[in-house]
């Protein structure tokens, strides 16, 4: 199979591309927008659900029970917020830059707004292995406890 190396071989975005970048921009745009939405209601919602769940009867004649649980909501919340934004972020700065080349047929924003993309996708990527390798720890615990349990 031949090695073809696409910066020598005069690689052109067709009008049909063009479209399809500038809708992807605008589709991203609004999502991104949607998402800083979400992150702002998730740090609204750390400071006022657990006050709302201490109120619940489970909860409410167990003090320092209570405090530990709103501190552990507070925190979790805070930190997934904290943990969508920059996907997001990305997706934004993506959209916007993209938007921007198309308009002003400008190089240096289609490059910085593949960028942006690129970095999205990086995070969601290592998110994801994390999140794979948490499980298995879990899983390979939870197995260790049930084999040393019985």
């Known amino acids: 199979m031949e090695n073809s190396d696409l910066l020598n071989n005069d690689l052109q975005v067709s009008p049909n591309a063009i479209n399809y970048l500038s809708e992807s921009a605008k589709w991203g745009r609004f999502l991104a927008i949607m998402g800083f939405i979400l992150c702002g209601i998730m740090v609204v919602l750390a400071f006022i659900l657990p006050s709302f769940i201490s109120t619940l009867p489970p909860y409410n004649n167990i003090a320092s029970t209570s405090s ?27 959209s916007i830059k993209m938007q921007a080349a198309i308009k002003l047929v400008n190089q240096e924003n289609f490059d910085e707004s593949f960028l942006n993309l690129k970095s999205m996708f990086k995070f969601y990527g290592i998110l994801t292995i994390v999140i794979l390798s948490l499980y298995a720890l879990i899983f390979i615990l939870a197995m260790l406890g049930l084999a040393m349990r019985g």
Do not use: G, N, R, S
């Not at 530990?68 to 972020?89: C, G, H, Q, R």
């Open 68 to 94: 530990a649980i709103k501190v552990t909501m507070t925190v979790v919340y805070l930190l997934t917020a904290l943990l969508l934004f920059f996907p997001f972020y990305y997706l934004y700065k993506f």
